[in-house]
């Protein structure tokens, strides 16, 4: 069997339910211990590295993996419709461009080097922190520039030197049918340079793995979803080339007394019914640390609500807050005193159905549709 048959799966060495950490952790481990740099002149490590990077390249991508799981190796031959699959002996379309048109489009120049990949993290703040806004301090594992070799991958004190393959332009020219395809130098993988003596610590990669501390400046306002970036901070390029973004989604934790609908906030408050009736005042401490006091119109129903504008959370990078939605909710007591009781009962011989017209109305109307069926 050639090694374009080999399972994927199994040139990584990796199970088929992994994840796509443990497959990017499997591939790096794989192609720091083939990289030609460190195996120069063994055709046997050259051919393991450039099979498990064809690996990667399609389990990496979802909708790659997806099919080659559907259809194995036959989801990126002709015919299958497999789009974009690993597919050795084709030529890259940007490929041909640049051949003809050359330098128009980058045409015989050394490969750009290769950006580092873009990483996630996801944050939890509070609902306060998310109305104050806050500083706070994240530890990222990431892979970072190796100190030993600054990055370049070469051992310390030595040099790189052009490759033989290409004579340091990075790509190498092949006929087929009628177009000039350049490709990325296989000897020095597009670089134009060879390492001759690969840095210890990071294997001739350039970098190396490491937890860092990070601060990161939460604004006032934000919400679940939120993304902050910091720029040059996700995993840095290899052979020194520039690294990518970090990118922090924010996912603002449930209140005890406040639930949030953008820049409002809601909260359900009891009163007791003689307030209810009477009216009164409640006093409701706000996420802004002053005290709000609330007017109770008398006569309030359950469910009314009362809003305070400006009292709720500030805008995103704008100006202004929100509005303060206080919604209330009558309670009825559940233990009354005897004397409680007795006054009660006076009230009641003295309703006359006004004091509450809602559940007059609602009685008279079903009587009225019981006469009705009778």
């Not at 952790?25 to 046997?44: E, T």
């Not at 790659?64 to 989801?75: E, F, I, L, V």
């Not at 604004?219 to 720029?231: E, F, K, N």
């Not at 003689?274 to 401490?285: D, N, R, V, Y």
């Amino acid at each position: 069997m050639s090694t374009a048959e080999i399972d994927y799966y199994e040139l990584l060495e990796v199970s088929r339910d992994a994840d796509g950490a443990a497959i990017k952790s499997a591939y790096r481990k794989l192609a720091m211990k083939f990289h030609p740099d460190r195996n120069q002149g063994c055709a046997d490590s050259e051919a393991r590295f450039k099979a498990i990077s064809v690996a990667y390249d399609c389990l990496k991508d979802p909708q790659k993996r997806a099919a080659y799981d559907r259809y194995g190796h036959a989801a990126f031959t002709q015919g299958m419709g497999g789009g974009g699959g690993p597919q050795p002996g084709f030529g890259d379309i940007g490929d041909i461009f640049e051949t003809i048109f050359g330098s128009a489009f980058g045409g015989g120049q050394q490969a750009r080097a290769r950006r580092g990949a873009d990483l996630r993290y996801d944050l939890q703040v509070s609902l306060e922190d998310a109305f104050h806004g806050r500083k706070t301090e994240i530890r990222v594992e990431v892979s970072a520039s190796c100190d030993a070799c600054s990055g370049t991958g070469a051992e310390p004190g030595t040099a790189r030197s052009r490759c033989n393959g290409c004579n340091g332009h990075g790509k190498v020219r092949a006929q087929q049918g009628l177009f000039v395809i350049e490709r990325p130098c296989p000897k020095c993988h597009g670089r134009g340079e060879m390492i001759d003596r690969p840095c210890r610590p990071c294997g001739g990669e350039g970098r190396v793995d490491k937890v860092q501390s990070l601060e990161v400046d939460i604004p006032p306002g934000v919400d679940t979803g939120t993304r902050i970036r910091l720029s040059g901070k996700g995993e840095a390029g290899p052979m020194g080339a520039p690294a990518g973004d970090l990118y922090i989604f924010l996912h603002v934790q449930e209140h005890d007394v406040f639930q949030r609908e953008g820049t409002a906030l809601y909260t359900r408050v009891p009163i007791t019914f003689t307030t209810a009736a009477l009216g009164g005042s409640i006093e409701l401490p706000g996420l802004d640390g002053e005290v709000h006091k609330i007017d109770i119109p008398s006569g309030i129903q359950s469910g009314h609500q009362l809003r305070r504008r400006g009292a709720g959370m500030p805008v995103l990078q704008g100006r202004g807050r929100g509005d303060l939605v206080t919604e209330i909710v009558v309670e009825t007591p559940t233990k009354l005193s005897a004397r409680q009781k007795e006054l009660l009962r006076e009230f009641r011989e003295t309703e006359t159905g006004e004091e509450c017209p809602e559940s007059t109305g609602f009685f008279a109307k079903l009587r009225d549709a019981w006469n009705d069926l009778t």
